[in-house]
């Protein structure tokens, strides 16, 4: 069974802040960075990929960032200069990456792939977040002057593919990123996101230390557990009307966060009071609270509709309290926790989160050059003995509402033939 627990996994509110606090509590690396069982002092290093990362792991294990993030081997005299000392103790996470294993056997085989295609956004990826970014526009000042319910749905539809496309982009360097600002059109945060999102969910997919499961609690509980009547039967029922409010809840816990000192204000933050404001400006206060909040809604259950329903959360896929498999492996836990429904059009992909086995695998890589690897994928899947199917989103609905109603461990220990 998955063992580590973070210390603060269950406090009422949860943050992805202070998700990074408890990590830094639990991983005790003296305010330094660990990788594997060294820990190092990156706070003059300049990070390619923007300081913020180095600045928001500070005091953690990055060791899953380090070695997913950067799709090319960083030169072992550069990560030296940095070291200090070696950690003490354990890591508190289970995952490998040996150089024979799934993982970095893969990795080896995409190298030369992302080294001639690069791993940066192609030409029709920015054009499409630029589309969409353009249509919201359009579509939010059409609602202005002409208010209605249904262009109010409209424009969040719109919004929410806009900002699951900019998902994209907060994973990749900030130099080359500047689009990952269109997520912050919605009433979320970019940076929070990547942390919540980039750095927890992806490196720790269903497990314990996964803030995108935990934060659910207690009213929607995926994990193997004891269930009471409202998390086993009727979390089914509230569980769409509770995705539809969310955005709007997060504005307000962030706003909360931000007045009471505990977290600083973003310039970006303030785009959403921006929209409110021009709303303001050619409606009166009631209705436009009423198109604010319905087209915002809508975003943010085109975005968590298409994100939980169809990547994590089915009967086949590993969370905490499952027996897991014995290979340690970090490649393996994520072909365990991720499947995917079939999208061959970059569009459909880039709005819904497709691809998503490969994306995990290699986050800081742009989603349009991710179709190239498959073949890589599959190469080392039959290697290691290991089926990765795809699904249909009815079945992936319909697996996620049997996780939520599950209550008994399920093991992923593999037979032997």
Known sequence: MEKYIM????????????????????????????????????????????????????????????????????????????????????????????????????????????????TGPSFQSKFLQDMLAIGFFSLFLTLCKFPSSFLA????????????????????????????????LSLLSHRDWRVSHAISHHLYTNSFSDIEVTSLEPFINFLPAEKNFIQHTLSHFYVYFGIFITFPLEFVKRTVLVVSGEQELLIENLLPILQFSILLFFNDVSTSIFLWLLFHSTSGFWLIVTSVTTTHHHPELYHAGDVPREDTDWGLHQVDTVRDVEKKNLAVVLTTFGDHLLHHLFPSVDHSKLAQLYPALYETCKEFQEVYSFKIVPEMILGMHQRMANTKPTSFVKKLN
Request: aromatic residues 12%; glycine residues 6%; proline residues 3%.
């Open 153 to 184: 749905i409209l424009t969040g539809l719109v919004l929410g593919m806009c900002t699951s496309c900019a998902h994209n982009f907060f994973h990749q360097a900030d130099k080359k990123a500047w689009r990952r600002f269109y997520f912050d």
């Open 7 to 118: 210390s603060d996994r269950d406090v009422a509110i949860k943050t992805s802040l202070r998700w990074l606090r408890g990590r830094v509590k639990d991983d005790n690396c003296e305010g330094l960075w660990r990788i594997h069982d060294q820990l190092y002092d990156l706070s003059e290093f300049k990070h390619p990929g923007g300081s913020s990362w180095i600045e928001l792991t500070k005091g953690t294990d990055i060791t899953e960032a380090f070695e997913t993030m950067h799709v090319q081997d960083i030169s072992p005299a550069l990560v030296e200069k940095y070291r200090v000392k070696p950690a003490i103790g354990p890591r508190n996470y289970r995952y490998t990456f040996n150089e024979d294993g799934f993982y970095k056997t893969l990795k080896r085989r995409v190298q030369p792939i992302l080294k001639q295609s690069g």
